[in-house]
């Protein structure tokens, strides 16, 4: 019968964040039953999301963002974040034709050293990612939504300059899902220890950091003496 061939006949469904997401189907004898929702799903974004994985894009760009293609992968394939660093903004910068009328008006400003070039660039496009992102931010309860900005990679070796450029590129961002990143090295651990305790910057860096990272929460919340 009809009803035989159709194995997989989706009835009902929802969508969830968890292993129980499920959609009803009927089998090859009419019954219901139950099948995760994640082996259903032809979308292999949106199976790891069911799953509870999130997933980041390590790419952004203008030309991401003024073409939609970044807000799409987030309404449709639930990208949860943004990655950067100053390679990614380099090959950005060097074939998107977004930026060249901004930058060569930047050129044309000698006070301007080619970092703060850089800087100005970045900066509008972290702003404009993280304003895309605020939503999901904002509906997540502060899990998901973020975009990350690097320090400088010529101050990994840097405690101090790594702290004040984390500072002084959060305060340029302003947004509250932007995450710095800090290179996890000993001067960087340093560094991120002295960011999160400020309460300012979060630490977006692999699981060396870690140490550094905790360290800062217990000073960000110890009591005063």
Known sequence: TAAQRQHFA????????????AISALNGNN???KTPYAMINPNPLLRLHALGQRIWLDN??????????????????RIAGVTSNPTIFFKAI?????YREELQTLKSNPALSAEQRYETLAVADIQAACDLLLPLHKSSKGEDGYVSL????????????????????????????????????????????ELVAHGQCHADVFAAACAGGGAGLCARHQPPD
């Open 31 to 33: 019954h219901f039953f």
């Open 10 to 21: 989706p009835t009902d469904h929802y969508r969830g964040s968890g292993t129980g997401s």
């Open 150 to 193: 690097e320090v400088s990679p010529a101050l990994a070796h840097d405690a101090q300059g790594t702290l004040a450029a984390g500072l002084r590129l959060k305060a340029a961002v302003a947004r509250d899902n932007l995450l710095i990143k800090v290179p996890a090295t000993a001067a960087g651990l340093t560094a991120i220890e």
């Open 60 to 77: 952004l760009s203008r030309t991401l963002l003024q073409e939609g293609t970044l807000k799409k992968l987030v309404a449709e394939d």
């Open 94 to 98: 060097s074939e998107s034709p977004y």
